[in-house]
């Protein structure tokens, strides 16, 4: 019998962004953070195991404020720790790094927790709507790998993704007649205008307009444990290249993993695409737009009007 998909949640930045996390930013009629909403979806949708990667730094206050509210969804709780010193062997701290390793690393740190089990990978801080968590989980449950990686990715449309408060960074996404992902080429500087969307790369002199139903990753993946032993194969080749030129802030990415595989034609990443609203608070002014919206969606009655759990 297949493995049951579990939600992978990235959070080793959130000490950081909410000091020590006592008081996670509350953006929900009752005060709900971000996070709570993507527990609540991710459990609505099948996922019964949630894995949080977290920095030790944090680790009592994760748990009393953010681990206990996901037992209390209904989810069985693990954590994985993202430490500076979780290298291949050989391979030594350099002297004055204080950054994280990036999310690839993220992901092979959590190893042991997740298992041999399908996953689904998300921000902390990130708000995706319940119809990403219902298409990946509904994914992971169904496809597993045959000649290639059974991956997945859910996407979103670019004019759903937008700030109204300045300028965003977006993975543009091209796929093919299956829907299988092709590229994803990072678009930073988009913003919305009158007569629609567009990007610059030159610093605002010219500006080329993005359709409003291009899809855009906004880091919702769906993977099996072939990812792991891909990103496992590939740090060590990471580290060699990247630490002799930027020893203190080069950073495994996800997503790089993925283009790899891609181009030796390990894995196919199907993406599906949502027509959900994603918020996040890239700008101090998007959080009164997050709120007013998740008053109405509690109103129309697609969460409870008290809390969540």
């Given at each position: 019998?297949?493995?049951?998909p579990i939600?992978?949640?990235?959070?080793?930045?959130?000490?950081?962004?909410?000091?020590?996390?006592?008081?996670?930013?509350?953006?929900?009629?009752?005060?709900?953070a971000?996070?709570?909403?993507?527990?609540?979806?991710?459990?609505r949708?099948?996922?019964?195991?949630?894995?949080?990667?977290?920095?030790?730094?944090i680790?009592?206050?994760?748990?009393?404020?953010v681990?206990?509210?996901?037992?209390?969804?209904?989810?069985?709780?693990?954590?994985?720790?993202?430490?500076?010193?979780?290298?291949?062997e050989?391979?030594?701290?350099?002297?004055?790094?204080?950054?994280?390793w990036?999310?690839?690393?993220?992901?092979?740190?959590?190893?042991e927790a997740?298992?041999?089990a399908?996953?689904?990978?998300?921000?902390?801080?990130?708000?995706?709507?319940?119809?990403?968590?219902?298409?990946?989980?509904?994914?992971?449950?169904t496809?597993?790998?045959g000649?290639?990686?059974?991956?997945?990715?859910?996407?979103?449309?670019?004019?759903?993704?937008v700030?109204?408060n300045g300028?965003?960074?977006?993975?543009?996404?091209?796929t093919?007649?299956?829907?299988n992902?092709?590229?994803?080429?990072e678009r930073?500087?988009?913003?919305?205008?009158?007569?629609g969307?567009?990007?610059?790369?030159?610093?605002?002199?010219?500006?080329?307009?993005?359709?409003?139903?291009?899809?855009?990753?906004m880091n919702?993946?769906?993977f099996?444990?072939g990812?792991?032993?891909?990103?496992?194969?590939?740090?060590a080749?990471?580290?060699?290249?990247?630490?002799?030129?930027n020893?203190?802030?080069?950073e495994?990415?996800?997503?790089s993993v993925?283009?790899?595989?891609?181009?030796?034609k390990?894995?196919?990443?199907?993406?599906l695409?949502?027509?959900?609203?994603?918020?996040?608070?890239?700008?101090?002014?998007?959080?009164?737009?997050?709120?007013?919206?998740?008053q109405?969606?509690?109103?129309?009655?697609?969460?409870?009007?008290d809390?969540?759990f």
């Open positions: 019998m297949a493995k049951k939600l992978v949640v990235m959070a080793a930045g959130m000490g950081s962004r909410y000091g020590g996390l006592k008081q996670i930013d509350p953006v929900g009629p009752s005060g709900e971000i996070i709570d909403y993507s527990l609540y979806d991710a459990r949708a099948g996922f019964e195991t949630v894995v949080f990667i977290i920095k030790h730094e680790e009592d206050a994760f748990k009393e404020a681990g206990a509210r996901a037992q209390r969804a209904g989810l069985e709780v693990r954590y994985a720790y993202q430490q500076l010193d979780k290298l291949p050989g391979f030594p701290v350099p002297e004055g790094r204080v950054k994280p990036g999310t690839a690393h993220a992901i092979l740190v959590a190893e997740i298992g041999d399908p996953f689904a990978v998300i921000n902390a801080d990130d708000y995706y709507g319940p119809q990403g968590f219902r298409l990946i989980y509904d994914y992971l449950s496809h597993a790998d000649d290639r990686y059974a991956w997945s990715m859910v996407g979103f449309l670019l004019g759903n993704t700030s109204a300028s965003v960074s977006r993975g543009v996404c091209v093919d007649a299956n829907s992902l092709v590229s994803v080429t930073t500087c988009i913003e919305p205008y009158d007569g969307i567009h990007f610059t790369e030159d610093g605002g002199t010219t500006w080329t307009d993005l359709p409003a139903d291009t899809v855009v990753s919702l993946w769906g099996t444990p990812y792991i032993a891909e990103a496992k194969a590939g740090f080749a990471f580290l060699k290249e990247n630490l002799p030129v020893p203190l802030k080069c495994y990415y996800l997503p993925v283009t790899a595989s891609l181009q030796r390990e894995a196919d990443v199907h993406v695409t949502s027509a959900d609203k994603w918020y996040g608070i890239t700008y101090r002014e998007d959080k009164p737009d997050l709120v007013a919206a998740l109405k969606m509690s109103a129309d009655g697609l969460y409870p009007t809390k969540l």
